[in-house]
């Protein structure tokens, strides 16, 4: 079955790992340790690994990078992470949960009730560090819980096949945004509160949050019908490529269209701040005007739409799918023999070797994340806003930081500090069935950050 395994802790009985009295042998034990470690197994998907890498640096630019709606310019290529980061980083927590419950051939039985049990150790485990890393008072916007909610809410989706996923997925991303859109005004004109922050989880979590399940739970379900096809596949790759590229063309095209029919975003925002209760001294009664639909052509960071969700999660898929090529193994992937066999290999393991520091962030994404937190919290207490730098000085020095810092951990060590704790946990408290294989703990999602519509102006988003 196909697994995000990461390096075994166990004692190898590989020749290179046992001790050796030539010097020159430990070295080469050594070096071959950690190559293994970087390329994280032969189980491991190197994609999904690049892939979350990409959103953690993603989400690094959303939250201290300056950036630009310019796309001539370098910052306004920066600009593209702002929503489309979480997104992706959303999209590979789908992939890590089907990886992480049997692939293409779902677990069964008492091996899956492993499985499903170990995820809701992890998500306890998230509502516990985020409770932690909210006590810091940083004003990034923080995704951990909703991460737990959504794996939970994945749970019955978990054996499902890969075409009915994606199905479900799209009807989640076209229903999704009107119920987000529309709910929470439907609440404020019943004479109810619409909590936020957490107040109501259940609600937030679903509704009104930030992160708001019934749209984003499109996103985790299309990573997981990807999970649940043949990795493999170049088909599959190349496929992912065109049509998430694609889709998101001709969602954002359809968007502008739309938008400067309805009179363009600023007459869309004047009429959305003369009918929306949360912007207006009183509550306005069910006979005023509700708020406009144009306000669903929108495709912006955060926007929750139906052309957000199909256009920047079709984006994801786009990168998903880029990743997953470049990502192949030579040594499992490659076909045929001769020398063009043997180059294509050779050329393979280079792309692997040069990826290997995004991939390392990647695999490292819970710890790298959540000491990014922590690093902002701790200029802001020595005077320094990271989040208001007037140049791209500290995103360069916070990126460079976290591909170091992740590939030396991963050379030396394997898996980061809080996924072994995690996995540690969850094998605790469900230990693995007899006779079942034992479930990879490094496919599990990692959680990141990012924000939501119409954030409050004190809170970075990505």
Do not use: K
Not at 288 to 307: K, R, S, V
Not at 328 to 353: I, N, P, W
Not at 397 to 414: K, Q, S
């Amino acid at each position: 079955m196909s697994t995000l395994a990461q390096p075994s802790d166990r004692p190898s009985d590989r020749p290179s790992d046992r001790p050796s009295t030539d010097p020159r042998g430990a070295v080469r034990g050594a070096l071959d340790r950690m190559g293994r470690n970087l390329l994280g197994g032969p189980g491991r998907v190197p994609g999904a690994d690049i892939a979350r890498g990409i959103a953690v640096l993603g989400m690094f630019t959303a939250h201290v990078g300056v950036t630009s709606d310019d796309i001539d310019t370098f910052e306004g290529w920066l600009g593209l992470a702002h929503g489309r980061s979480s997104i992706l980083f959303a999209t590979v927590a789908g992939l890590s949960l089907a990886l992480f419950t049997g692939g293409s051939r779902p677990f069964t039985g008492e091996a899956m009730r492993t499985a499903r049990g170990r995820i809701l150790v992890r998500a306890v485990l998230l509502l516990a560090l985020v409770a932690v890393l909210d006590l810091l008072g940083g004003r990034v916007l923080l995704i951990l819980g909703f991460y737990a909610a959504y794996f939970v809410l994945a749970l019955p989706f978990l054996r499902l096949p890969p075409a009915r996923l994606a199905s479900i997925a799209v009807l989640v991303a076209v229903v999704g945004p009107f119920l987000v859109y529309y709910g929470p005004e439907a609440l404020a004109r019943a004479g109810l509160r619409a909590p936020h922050d957490g107040s109501g989880a259940a609600t937030d979590f679903l509704l009104t949050g930030h992160y708001p399940a019934l749209v984003w739970m499109a996103y985790v379900l299309a990573g997981l019908a990807v999970g649940r096809c043949d990795l493999r596949s170049p088909t599959l790759r190349l496929g992912l490529v065109a049509g998430g590229f694609g889709l998101a063309a001709l969602c954002s095209v359809a968007s502008a269209v739309l938008v400067a029919d309805a009179g363009g975003i600023e007459a869309i925002d004047r009429l959305f701040a003369m009918t929306r209760s949360e912007l207006l001294a009183t509550p306005p009664a069910w006979s005023d005007p509700w708020p406009p639909l144009a306000g669903l052509y929108l495709e912006g960071p955060h926007d929750d739409t139906m052309f957000e969700a199909l256009g920047s999660g079709g984006f994801a898929l786009g990168v998903l799918g880029l990743c997953l090529l470049v990502g192949v193994r030579g040594d499992t992937d490659g076909a045929g023999a001769g020398a063009g066999a043997g180059a294509r290999q050779l050329a393979r393991r280079v792309v692997l070797v040069v990826t290997a520091p995004l991939a390392a962030v990647g695999a490292l994404a819970l710890t790298v994340y959540s000491v990014q937190i922590f690093v902002l919290w701790w200029w802001t207490r020595s005077g320094v806003d990271l989040l208001t730098s007037p140049t791209n000085g500290p995103l360069a020095v916070m990126v460079l930081g976290a591909l170091a810092g992740a590939t030396l951990w991963r050379a030396l060590f394997g898996r980061g500090p809080l996924e072994r704790l995690f996995g540690w946990v969850a094998r605790q408290a469900f230990p693995s069935p007899e006779r079942a294989p034992d479930q990879a703990e490094g496919a599990v999602p990692d959680p990141a950050s990012g924000s939501a519509l119409r954030t409050p102006p004190d809170r970075r988003s990505s």
